[in-house]
């Protein structure tokens, strides 16, 4: 088990050179588990402005299941993430 998580945030890492961010078993906001691969400085000015309440990613998540690209996303980025 271990050996596929570890090709799995391998591949991960490679498909996405900037970060990405993983929640699972979401109760109401909190996740029981929570992968973080974002350099600490994006993660010190999304959390400085609050961005998780306007992040079209995060409120995607929550209302949806499945996968969607960012530029589905981009015209509701009223926030500027």
């Given at each position: 088990m271990r050996d596929?998580?570890n090709?799995?945030?391998l591949?991960?890492?490679?498909?996405s050179?900037?970060?990405f961010a993983i929640?699972?078993?979401?109760?109401?906001?909190?996740?029981k588990?929570y992968l973080?691969?974002?350099?600490k400085?994006w993660?010190?000015?999304?959390?400085?402005?609050?961005?998780?309440?306007t992040?079209?990613t995060?409120?995607?998540?929550?209302?949806?299941?499945g996968?969607?690209?960012w530029?589905?996303?981009a015209?509701s980025?009223?926030g500027?993430?």
């Amino acid at each position: 088990m271990r050996d596929t998580a570890n090709r799995l945030m391998l591949r991960l890492r490679q498909r996405s050179p900037a970060g990405f961010a993983i929640a699972l078993h979401v109760t109401y906001t909190t996740p029981k588990y929570y992968l973080v691969a974002y350099e600490k400085d994006w993660l010190d000015y999304y959390s400085a402005r609050g961005f998780v309440m306007t992040d079209p990613t995060a409120i995607w998540g929550f209302a949806n299941f499945g996968t969607i690209r960012w530029s589905a996303l981009a015209d509701s980025d009223a926030g500027g993430v």
